[in-house]
């Protein structure tokens, strides 16, 4: 398994420390699975399924009540969050930032976020989802949808929850659109 060099530091840390650096380091499993958090990161040791995210983004998660008696499948979801943002970043995506995420949030009255990886969505929002798979809270509610970071069966899954219609990929947009009161903006 090949690890990134923030990984591989980790992990040469986490094996040498002798306790007299500034680090703390929090070892914890999840069943057989092997996690460490150090320095704002955590990182899931297991090979083949190995991923690093934020400290904030696993405590988070791993609190949310979805995940509540299914840890595997949360560490399973983490890393297949991980690699499709790897591969979205590699062909020149970028998350928004949280300010505009917030700005979106507030114009809209947002409760929810849809579109961006479990890993990386803002707990800002009350409940996230891509396409039918829901990170955590209710699947109802006005969303904002990052559009760019959905796959086309994603984008297909958005219009069906949203009623608005169908994207015409020539045209880049949604065409005939239904109004169902509430604004569900799709970014």
Request: net charge positive; aromatic share 6%; charged share 25%.
């Amino acid at each position: 398994m090949q690890h990134t060099a923030t990984q591989c530091n980790m992990l040469q840390h986490a094996a040498t420390c002798c306790n007299t650096c500034d680090s703390q380091i929090w070892k914890e499993r999840v069943e057989k699975t092997r996690i460490i958090t150090t320095e704002g990161l955590t990182t899931c040791l297991d090979p083949g399924r190995g991923w690093t995210i934020t400290s904030r983004g696993w405590n988070f998660l791993e609190k949310q009540e979805c995940w509540e008696c299914h840890e595997q499948a949360l560490i399973a979801t983490i890393r297949k969050e991980t690699k499709r943002i790897e591969g979205l970043e590699e062909a020149g995506y970028r998350s928004p930032t949280w300010a505009v995420l917030q700005a979106l949030q507030q114009i809209h009255s947002a409760t929810r976020i849809g579109g961006e990886a479990a890993i990386f969505a803002s707990p800002l929002f009350q409940s996230a989802e891509r396409g039918d798979l829901l990170f955590w809270g209710k699947q109802k509610g006005p969303t904002v949808v990052i559009w760019q970071s959905l796959s086309k069966q994603e984008k297909e899954i958005q219009f069906k929850l949203a009623g608005r219609g169908k994207h015409d990929a020539r045209l880049g947009r949604v065409v005939q659109v239904k109004k169902r009161g509430g604004s569900n903006p799709l970014i």
